[in-house]
């Protein structure tokens, strides 16, 4: 992942779309967020993320899975538990979650 | 669109999860990328996008779309052809595009 794109297989697989927009507020965001990646690698069917937030505050997370059941089994994590709930209380002033099966995929140049 | 988040109806629609890498060519990067939004806005079936580039230079743009159809028909327009041409010789250091069909989405907090 040295260039941050994620190196996903063929498709069909499943891509976690995280629109956000953050508040002011930080209270450990940054660690919690790492945290949730790191998390996230080792939880099964797991792909692949990118992430990016742009000076204007919006950000996208795209994350991958070989299947829902995997995308539902990371929701239910304990741990990530605990942080979608502090980032609707306090991170995040508006998001997005979009669950999106993958059907063509190509990569250039 | 004042959040940024693009404010697409309730599922299926179809999302192209545009992520990329770009080089230090800058030559008219920006003024064609607004151009490309502007331009995917008016296509039939444009339903909103997204786009993020974080300091690391990895950047995610999500347009989404009311079928198929109207992907390609995006993507064979002929200024846009021009960009994408552009895009691999000169912009672009890696990019991946994925078409993905939305199955589910929800909105916080």
Known sequence: MSDGLAKT????YY???FSSR???VDEGYG????RMVE???????FLGVESAR??????ITVSYWATLEDIAA???QGEHRIAQSMGKQKWYSAFET???RVERAYRGP
């Open 74 to 76: 990371w929701k239910a």
């Open 9 to 12: 297989p063929g498709p069909p």
């Open 22 to 24: 953050r508040t002011t």
């Open 15 to 17: 891509a976690v779309i």
């Open 54 to 59: 742009g000076a204007d505050g919006l950000g």
């Open 31 to 34: 660690a919690v967020a790492d």
């Open 39 to 45: 998390l996230a690698a080792r939880q099964s069917g």
């Open 98 to 100: 979009r669950i999106a």
